[in-house]
Each structure stands twice: as C-alpha cells, then as structure tokens.
C-alpha cells in the first residue's frame, strides 16, 4: 500500500522566517514519483515540482527547495524568507507503478500561514 | 480556456437528488482525472481517462458513482441519490500525456454541498 504522512496540520511564521515542511511517504514500488501541490484559498492544485525515485538529487527553485532522502523515505519542502504569498495548504503526494501512475495518493496537507 | 474549467463552482442539493459535474480540460489533453476532496483531508482519486474511455475506475466509492468523457474532451461526474457523505469538492485534472508522472493541472474545483 502507498501513504503520505504529512505530520505538520499547521505551521504559523512571520514574513522572512524559513520553514520546512515535512513529508513521509510508504511505497512498495521501486519506481514513483514524489510531487509537492500547493493549494490557495481559491482552491485549485498548483504543481510544485515532480520528483523520481531514481533522482535523489536536491532541487531549488527560487525562494523553495526540496531535499529528496530514500534512506528516511523523506521528500522535505523549504521555503526560504517566506512572503504573506506562500500562505496555502501545501500537499505531497505518491504514484507508483504498481498501483498506477495515473493515480496521485496525497498526504492530509500543511497550512502554512505567513503573517506580515 | 487557458486552464481545466469546471462548472459549476458551488452546489447544494438535497439529500436523494440527481447531481452532475462538469470538467472542461486543457485543449489537447487526453488524459483527465477526477479527485475528491472533503474537509481537511487530501484529494482522493475517483476515476482516470484515457481518450474517452475510463481507463481506471477504481476510486469511485459505490455504484451511485459515474463518469462519462463521450468525445474525449469534457467530462461529466454524476452521482444519484445523493447522499451527506458526498459533501465534499470534486476536483478535475488534465494532463498531456498519460499518468500522474506528468504534470497535471487542476481546476478549481466543484464544492459539492447535500442537505
């Protein structure tokens, strides 16, 4: 079976602060895909970043970066000097080859908050 | 449209009533998704197209459930009698190539409300 553990429901900070926000995933597939959403107040899914299993190599992108660990099952989001902006509920999600790669299992989300 | 438009955005209904959503994908997408969202939770698959047919269907939750996508393009989830459980926001997705492994893109959603 395939799960994504999103231990954080909320996180608050203050504009500027750097925050992490942390995900556990269960799979097993030997090849999936990790994926970061993120989702605003006005509710669409706003693709992050897509991840293979085969690529454990960190990615940045701007004010956010992704750290990619097999060895913990672990695919942590960074958000650097965060803005009023990034306030959403950001979500991880899995697909795998066995039960589809057309299908997106997603953790419960983590609302960020980021006040002036 | 630029982006998968979906109708429409807010319905209430009653408990036991007849209900359809509706999902315009991106122009040239074969591939469309419908995921449910209820409160506090993360999406959960409902069912995969592929062209027009369903190629995975094995996240609708019972038989009240159905989806259509008759020339592969617009889709249409209906749900029949209606239950309170089916309060949620139904959300659509779209991709240019087959799987999730691809970048998707999702609309806005339908927040669907039984009374």
């Not at chain 1, 293979?52 to 099952?73: A, C, L, M, V």
Request: glycine residues 8%; neutral net charge; hydrophobic residues 30%.
């Amino acid at each position: 079976a395939q799960k994504v553990t999103q231990a954080q429901t909320e996180i608050s900070v203050v504009e500027k602060e750097d925050v992490t926000l942390d995900c556990v995933y269960e799979t097993r597939d030997t090849t999936y895909y990790l994926f970061w959403y993120k989702q605003p107040p006005s509710g669409e899914l706003v693709f992050l970043i897509r991840r293979n299993s085969f690529d454990e190599q960190n990615e940045i992108s701007g004010r956010y970066s992704w750290n990619f660990q097999k060895s913990t099952s672990s695919f942590n989001f960074t958000i650097t000097a965060s803005q009023v902006v990034d306030s959403a509920v950001y979500f991880c999600a899995l697909s795998g080859m066995n039960t589809g790669f057309q299908k997106l299992v997603f953790g419960t989300g983590t609302r960020l908050l980021v006040s002036p | 449209g630029a982006g998968v438009s979906q109708t429409p955005s807010n319905k209430v209904t009653e408990k036991g009533k007849y209900v359809e959503l509706r999902c315009d994908p991106i122009s040239g997408h074969t591939a469309l998704y419908w995921y449910r969202q209820s409160l506090g939770q993360g999406p959960e698959f409902l069912i995969y197209f592929q062209g027009t047919g369903a190629a995975d269907d094995s996240g609708l939750p019972n038989d009240r459930f159905f989806a259509v996508r008759p020339e592969g393009s617009v889709s249409t989830l209906k749900i029949q009698r209606t239950e309170r459980g089916d309060s949620a926001v139904y959300l659509c997705a779209s991709s240019e190539r087959q799987g999730m492994n691809t970048e998707a893109f999702f609309g806005q959603g339908t927040r669907l409300t039984v009374v």
